[in-house]
């Protein structure tokens, strides 16, 4: 893969450049580039922290990779469609997309590996198949990649935002406005590294919401990213006052109403263009009943 540099991207880090052009992790940029896999104008690139300027060539070569080493779990997870390219799968809350610290099996990429014969490599042995993630305790719809080919193709859409994702979200307390913008770039809490924040520095973020039911000190609201940045619903709501309800990072100490199991936050509706067809897919799915309980609960008798 090769990248040309970008004005606004003089002096950026190569290992932070890398990172948010494949939506890789530092460590994984940086083992990458100690591992010989990236040249700058020509010359192999042997340290992650190398200024780059403007107009420099570099090139990234991803290396075989092992087979997963993953255990297949028959888990609950739905595939909503699937072809020789790709699959929508929805996510159930309260289940990891890939194995990480604290979280070695019982993950979205178990059941994937049962359920479909192909996933693609370019996520790394960790991550086959996985385009783009949402968090543990949000449900909804995901693209899966099936072979490295569409996982580079429809990674690029997700980066040049043309891939729609909208969520629903009930959110703490009602809102003044029926629609609105939250422009706010995302970090690390100064404080808390556990934590995102909108903070000085941080990476573009913007989500569009709009008022869909207003509810007993609450409101349901349809979100929409242009970025897909960690967390960026939950922060950018509790940026402005309204976190949504069940969040036990962003909300408050003590929430309004006992939400057990996490954020009520759902990804519902995909699209995006087929990478061999080229034809324009469009999903949608509705809440958990554990959503539209609280939904219910909550409506103005």
């Known amino acids: 893969m090769l990248y040309q540099v970008e004005a606004e991207a003089e002096k950026k880090r190569l290992d932070v450049y890398l990172a948010e052009k494949n939506d890789f992790t530092r ?8 591992d010989g896999c990236v040249s700058v104008e020509g010359e192999t690139a042997v340290k992650p922290g190398v200024l780059l300027r403007t ?4 090139e990234l070569t991803l290396p075989d990779l092992k087979p997963a080493a993953l255990e297949a779990q028959d888990l609950p997870l739905s595939i909503i469609y699937q072809d020789a390219d790709l699959a929508v799968v929805y996510k ?3 289940m990891v997309v890939h194995p990480a610290a604290g979280n070695p099996d019982g993950t979205m990429v178990n059941a994937l590996l049962m359920k479909l014969e192909d996933l693609s490599g370019v996520g790394g042995e960790m991550r086959p198949g996985i385009v783009h993630r949402i968090d543990k305790d949000t449900s909804g719809l995901l693209l899966v990649a099936k072979n490295d080919r569409s996982h580079l193709l429809l990674s690029e859409q997700i980066k040049e935002h043309s891939v729609e994702r909208a969520y629903r979200a009930i959110l703490i307390g009602r809102m003044k406005e029926p629609e609105g913008d939250v422009n706010g770039p995302i970090g690390r809490h100064p404080n808390d590294r556990k934590k995102m924040a909108v903070v000085p520095g941080g990476r573009e973020a913007h989500t569009h919401w709009t008022v869909l039911e207003e509810l007993r000190g609450a409101t349901l609201v349809e979100a929409r990213l242009t970025t897909g940045r960690t967390h960026q619903i ?24 006992p939400v057990e199991g996490g954020q009520l936050l759902h990804a519902f509706r995909l699209g995006f263009i087929h990478p061999t067809t080229g034809e324009k897919f469009l999903f949608e799915a509705p809440p958990e009943p554990r959503f539209m309980n609280w939904l ?6």
């Open 296 to 301: 219910e609960k909550l409506r103005l008798k």
């Open 55 to 58: 107009g420099m060539v570099v």
């Open 92 to 94: 159930p809350s309260g």
């Open 234 to 257: 939950r922060v950018h709501m509790a940026s402005i006052g309204h976190p949504v309800l069940g969040d036990p990072v962003y909300g408050p100490k003590k929430s309004p109403y």
């Open 27 to 34: 460590s994984r940029t940086e083992k990458l580039i100690r």
